[in-house]
């Protein structure tokens, strides 16, 4: 299993793009999931480019919520690749050009191996996906409040990782037993967290590319 951050507020490499939103790329299970889309459609394919992510080859696209600064991309890469399954929450309306939309206001296994949140409190859903060592979490802002999150995902198996935005988030010992926390975007307090869990945490940034399967970040 491998994410790859592609949108991110900084870079971990040179030559790419930072810009205040998110995207990532899950593979993982035979799927690539793109996760969310970024504010600027021309920066996230720009990125990909550079990282050498072909649109075409992707399977799903999963927007988190409706802000701007995650689905601002879509447009721009439909235009790359409209044979995808779009995966949203039941708030957002109006996608068009895809090849299927589906809507979640529940948790709900999306795959094989792939759980959705569902839409919490009217304001975002958050991905999971199942490995050996349990479930890797990636959020877009975690607007609902990591307890919310957690909870909606329980029946599934516990949080192994976590991966994505966490805004004002700082029940801290929320975290304590997880293998690895990767804060990105939004988040607000990364000097904490990574103060107080300093071997799980990873730094974020467009072109960190995390590797589960051979434990490397």
């Known amino acids: 299993m491998n994410i790859t951050i592609i949108y991110d507020n900084s870079v971990s490499q040179k030559g790419l793009r930072d810009d205040w939103g998110f995207s990532c790329l899950i593979e993982a299970n035979e799927r690539k999931i793109l996760f969310d889309t970024g504010g600027n459609g021309a920066y996230l394919l720009e990125n990909m480019r550079r990282l050498n992510i072909n649109p075409i080859e992707i399977d799903d696209v999963f927007l988190s919520h409706t802000h701007f600064d995650h689905i ?62 349990g479930l890797v979490l990636i959020v877009g802002c975690s607007h609902p409040g990591m307890e919310n999150i957690f909870k909606a995902l329980s029946p599934f198996g516990r949080i192994y990782g976590i991966i994505g935005g966490l805004h004002g988030f700082n029940q801290f010992e929320l975290f304590k037993g997880l293998e690895f926390i990767c804060p990105c975007h939004c988040t607000k307090y990364k000097v904490e967290i990574k103060s107080r869990y300093p071997k799980q945490y990873i730094e974020g940034g467009a ?11």
Do not use: W
């Open 207 to 217: 072109g960190k590319v995390i590797d589960l399967e051979n434990r490397t970040r």
């Open 72 to 133: 601002g991309g879509l447009s721009a890469f439909l235009n790359e690749n409209n044979h995808v399954t779009i995966h949203v929450p039941s708030s957002l309306k109006g996608i068009r050009h895809a090849k299927k939309v589906l809507y979640y206001d529940k948790p709900s296994k999306i795959h094989d191996h792939f759980y959705t949140t569902g839409e919490l409190d009217h304001l975002e859903q958050s991905l999971a996906v199942e490995t050996g060592e």
